[in-house]
């Protein structure tokens, strides 16, 4: 969806360094989450916020920080990256006016590989 | 080491012909529930979604039916064409407690539609 879009698209880094994952949204929604997905896991909820003060931990938040800056930007961090947090990146955007249905629109991905 | 993922479910047909895609979701208490297609290299895409008072959902080309009873969901495409050979991901919303308003994905299914 190109409402939402991710940076960077491709990363390749190291263990050990510190990498931010940056979305943005013109949909205005409040609702902004970040998931993980490896082959065969399906998507897992790393953080979600659902609005510019509220950030909570997913399932999988270990390793991984978040920062919403704005409504329309939601950042993720790997403070110290290792070759485990290797996978496919999603932000998605979700709406609270749209009565609980809570639909999520994906940006793009990221791929990141940590070596 | 390298880890091994887990093989996802794999549906093949031709083209012209209808494709049943089924999934069985985890929490009776789930209100509402999505279908999404992921291509290759891109972010999930919501195809349809129905709410838990229904039974069935009409939408373009695809209908989504779902059985509380047994707690299973399934997506027919007519007519399938090239185009949406993907992997297909259901996803359920849960309805209170700590799980309110968080979507929860099925592993997904590859379809594979041959000219």
């Known amino acids: 969806d190109a409402d939402v879009t991710q940076t960077p698209r491709n990363r390749i880094t190291k263990t050990g360094k510190r990498i931010m994952l940056e979305c943005s949204q013109t949909k205005g929604h409040d609702r902004m989450y970040w998931y993980r997905q490896d082959p065969g896991l399906g998507l897992r909820l790393i953080y979600y916020?659902?609005?510019?003060?509220?950030?909570n931990k997913g399932e999988i938040s270990d390793g991984y920080s978040v920062s919403r800056q704005a409504q329309a930007k939601f950042s993720l961090s790997l403070e110290s990256a290792i070759p485990n947090q290797t996978a496919l990146y999603f932000c998605?955007?979700?709406?609270?006016?749209?009565?609980?249905?809570?639909?999520?629109?994906f940006g793009p991905g990221t791929r990141l590989t940590v070596l | 080491g390298e880890s091994v993922g887990l093989h996802l479910p794999t549906l093949s047909v031709q083209e012209g012909d209808n494709s049943i895609i089924n999934c069985a979701y985890s929490n009776s208490a789930s209100d509402y529930f999505i279908w999404y297609k992921q291509e290759s290299g891109k972010g999930p895409q919501f195809i349809i979604d129905?709410?838990?008072?229904?039974d069935k959902r009409q939408g373009q080309r695809v209908t989504v039916l779902l059985n509380k009873t047994v707690k299973h969901l399934s997506l027919q495409i007519a007519a399938t064409q090239p185009g949406d050979s993907a992997v297909y991901f259901c996803?359920?919303?849960?309805?209170?407690?700590?799980?309110?308003?968080?979507?929860?994905f099925g592993q997904g299914t590859i379809l594979t539609v041959h000219p």
């Open positions: 129905i709410r838990s008072n229904m």
């Open positions: 998605a955007t979700s709406d609270t006016a749209s009565g609980g249905h809570n639909t999520q629109y």
């Open positions: 916020s659902f609005d510019v003060k509220d950030i």
């Open positions: 996803a359920e919303k849960g309805a209170g407690g700590t799980s309110y308003g968080k979507l929860t």
